[in-house]
């Protein structure tokens, strides 16, 4: 199989991330939390290493199960503090924790947080390659509404990435057998 060109093909797991879930769109709201909360802790780091964390997160999070992230308070902050085996960065885990609140806003305003996605692009699929750039003007403006909501830890960037991963942006390249696939091209 071709791939990307940014796969690490020595990491298998970043290769089955690339060929089973980079780009394929993502409606499920828990699935969509997780990723969001993941692509938070990448600021500053690439992506190799918080999906190399991934299940250690996982556990250090209680699954990502929303309404206990919310509930996090300082000891638990200070516990996952304590713990090697995801990114230690207190103001990203406080950040996963007040997101998560804004989150849940979110889904309350409209029904689900997909459909705030979806409100953006019409529920459309925008095609363009990863090469193209690291930002954008559609991730500029989720950027500035999750900012002005109260989440942090979602600049431009990082929200890109975002949309790549949970395909709302098919970015992968035309080297890649996967170019454009969710399009039917």
Not at 2 to 27: F, Q, S, T
Not at 64 to 77: G, L, S, T
Not at 81 to 88: D, Y
Not at 91 to 105: D, G, Q, T, Y
Request: proline letters at 3%; aromatic letters at 10%.
């Amino acid at each position: 199989m071709h791939r990307c060109a940014w796969v690490n093909l020595k990491n298998p797991l970043y290769i089955r991330y690339h060929d089973e879930e980079w780009g394929v769109p993502l409606h499920d709201d828990p699935a969509l939390y997780e990723l969001l909360i993941l692509e938070s802790f990448q600021a500053g780091l690439s992506w190799e290493c918080v999906l190399n964390k991934r299940e250690a997160f996982r556990l250090a999070f209680d699954g990502f199960d929303i309404h206990k992230v919310i509930a996090y308070d300082e000891a638990k902050i200070d516990a996952l503090m304590q713990n090697p085996a995801i990114i230690r960065n207190r103001r990203k885990i406080a950040a996963a924790v007040s997101n998560s609140r804004v989150f849940l806003e979110i889904q309350k305003e409209f029904g689900s947080f997909d459909r705030y996605l979806q409100s953006f692009t019409g529920g459309k699929i925008i095609c363009e390659e990863y090469t193209l750039r690291t930002t954008s003007p559609l991730s500029d403006r989720i950027s500035e509404d999750m900012k002005r909501r109260g989440m942090r830890f979602v600049g431009s960037t990082i929200i890109y990435s975002y949309l790549q991963s949970a395909g709302v942006i098919d970015a992968h390249g035309q080297e890649c057998d996967k170019h454009h696939k969710q399009q039917g091209d």
